[in-house]
């Protein structure tokens, strides 16, 4: 006979089984059950775990409060056990979500307690991801060449691990940064390669993320029927899932479609949904990426005060983030308006 305890673990497989397969609503039901279990045993090390994972599906979605709410539980059950590779990856997950508010500075504190830990704990896995998560602080700082340093020293890392799963995230790193280092090429192999890897496993999460950015590639080389179709179906997925952040990067992508196919009215209108979308997932780079769409739109409209409008907004928030590079091509574009 299964225990309570054998019963919380096989509920906290469902959910996440449940998430690969992008039924987040049953996947956080799940969840819920199995914390609820696992409070009644007191089984700390596996409940500190649930509430992790529950709060990557909620920062996955773009719930960015209900994902820190978890995984500052998750952290105090850590500490309170002891779990040193439990207080590692709570430091790595809240590294993330103060990433994702703009606050690097704490984001960069927080990954150093967490890669100590990591070492502590033997956890090389977890290792490989604070090395990439650096990256990407990097690629936001515009420090291209370190950031693909250390995407391809977590890559090769996991490679070496044969771990598919880690290594489809690191590919959607690569593709993003050599999409904007305008090596579409690349980009296009990396993002096929990471999708390959996710279709073969069903993770149905991270195919959508790997596709949409893939679309993005597909605008920039001007195939836009292509990229059309692949955003509609990234955005309708997302919508069944009430996954917000993926809304809000979709309808980004479409209103870039729209603007390149020179229907100007219609990429204002969903940057303004896409906007709207975007306020309540604390994603300052989003948000930013938004209203640099909005000026570059509303400036061939011949719209020059909403153009400076958003770019004033875009290059404060990019600065704000530490995305300099981003904040100077703002700035620049900025000074070529008429006064």
């Not at 090390?45 to 709060?55: D, N, P, S, V």
């Not at 919508?239 to 100007?264: F, M, N, P, S, Y």
């Amino acid at each position: 006979m299964q225990t309570e305890s054998g019963g919380a673990r096989k509920l906290v497989d469902l959910a996440r089984e449940a998430e690969r397969r992008g039924d987040i609503a049953k996947s956080l039901g799940l969840y819920d059950d199995a914390i609820e279990a696992l409070e009644r045993e007191q089984d700390l090390a596996l409940l500190a775990e649930a509430l992790r994972w529950k709060g990557t599906v909620h920062r996955e979605q773009g719930e960015t409060e209900a994902a820190y709410r978890c995984y500052t539980q998750s952290l105090i059950h850590a500490e309170r056990c002891g779990a040193i590779g439990g207080k590692a990856h709570g430091y790595n997950c809240l590294a993330i979500i103060a990433q994702r508010r703009g606050n690097l500075s704490e984001s960069e504190k927080l990954y150093t307690l967490a890669g100590d830990l990591a070492s502590r704990a033997g956890d090389v896995r977890l290792l490989g991801m604070i090395e990439q998560n650096r990256g990407v602080l990097f690629n936001m700082r515009g420090n291209f060449v370190a950031a693909e340093a250390r995407y391809s020293n977590s890559l090769g890392a996991f490679e070496r691990a044969h771990d598919d799963e880690a290594i489809s995230w690191v590919l959607n790193n690569l593709g993003m940064l050599y999409t904007k280092l305008g090596h579409y090429q690349r980009a296009i192999e990396t993002f096929e390669r990471g999708l390959a890897l996710a279709r073969a496993r069903h993770d149905g999460l991270v195919q959508s993320v790997l596709t949409l950015n893939l679309a993005l590639v597909w605008v920039a080389i001007g195939k836009l029927d292509i990229a059309e179709h692949t955003c509609a179906t990234c955005l309708e997925d997302a919508r069944q899932r009430g996954d917000h952040l993926t809304i809000a990067e979709a309808l980004k992508c479409r209103a870039r479609i729209e603007r390149e196919r020179g229907a100007l009215d219609a990429s204002i209108a969903t940057l303004r949904i896409g906007i709207f979308e975007a306020e309540g997932l604390e994603d300052r780079l989003l948000q930013a990426e938004m209203l640099r769409e909005f000026g570059q739109t509303s400036r061939e409209l011949g719209n020059s005060a909403d153009a400076r409008l958003a770019w004033r907004e875009a290059a404060e928030s990019f600065e704000d983030v530490g995305a300099r590079h981003e904040a100077a091509e703002i700035n620049s574009l900025l000074s070529s308006l008429p006064s």
